[in-house]
């Protein structure tokens, strides 16, 4: 079974190794905004307590949020194990989930902000199926089109740099923190185990990393 947190800033490439994660080991990768959306359309107690909440323009609650995560890794396909994309947030929500939900690892996915923003505005997504490609870097076959299906693929409201950067310097403030939570609980030899990886690496290059790192 494995259980995993993957961290890192916007265009880091989560989003790339977290598909090829979930190919190789069969597991599904959760993210905070999937596990919101599903709760609210499964009408679910925790799920129509957290469209109150969105609807009236507030925060989810830490302990909220850890319920929803709960909730979702007891269904069937995280029978064995799951993938956390970008959570938790905070070192509040990392100590609540430690609590409550047995971790194997967490790995964290860093690069320099700049070479993040250059990455972030050339990203394009294939709405459909979440395929992510990049104009420089990852090009589709046909330029502007999904490789898989034919379709136009778009770049994201959020991958707009004055959006980017905001998000960067959100993160630094917020999420950095509980990298440097899980990295100081693996010096003392606490699970989960940590793992950091330069994301300025070829994409190859970090999957074969990872890959040996969570098989070894």
């Known amino acids: 079974m494995l259980r995993i947190i993957l961290l890192g800033p916007p265009g880091a490439g989560k989003g790339t190794q977290s598909q090829l994660l979930q190919q190789r080991f069969k597991i599904p990768q959760i993210a905070t905004g999937d596990m919101l959306r599903a709760a609210v359309a499964r009408n679910s107690t925790l799920g129509l307590r957290v469209k109150q909440i ?3 323009g507030n925060l989810v609650p830490d302990l909220t949020m850890i319920a929803l995560v709960k909730e979702r890794i007891a269904m069937p396909d995280c029978a064995q194990g799951f993938l956390l994309d970008g959570f ?3 070192v509040a929500q990392a100590k609540a989930l430690e609590t409550e939900v047995p971790l194997d690892y967490v790995i ?3 690069a320099p902000d700049e070479e993040l923003v250059k990455r972030a505005i050339g990203r394009r ?4 199926s979440g395929r992510v490609y990049h104009e420089l870097y990852q090009p589709p076959k046909v330029a502007g089109l ?6 136009p693929l778009i770049q994201r409201d959020d991958d707009h740099e004055e959006t980017v950067r905001k998000r960067l310097s959100v ?3 917020q999420t950095q923190p509980v990298v440097e939570y899980y990295q100081a609980r693996h010096v003392a030899s606490q699970k989960p185990r940590f793992f950091a ?3 300025l690496q070829k994409v190859e290059t970090v999957c074969n990393q990872l890959f040996a790192y969570l098989e070894q």
Do not use: K, L, Q
């Open 108 to 110: 964290a996915i860093d």
């Open 197 to 199: 990886i330069n994301g």
């Open 54 to 56: 969105m609807a009236s």
């Open 146 to 151: 999904d490789d898989i299906t034919g379709e």
């Open 88 to 90: 938790p947030r905070t």
């Open 125 to 128: 997504v294939h709405p459909g």
């Open 171 to 173: 993160f630094r403030e």
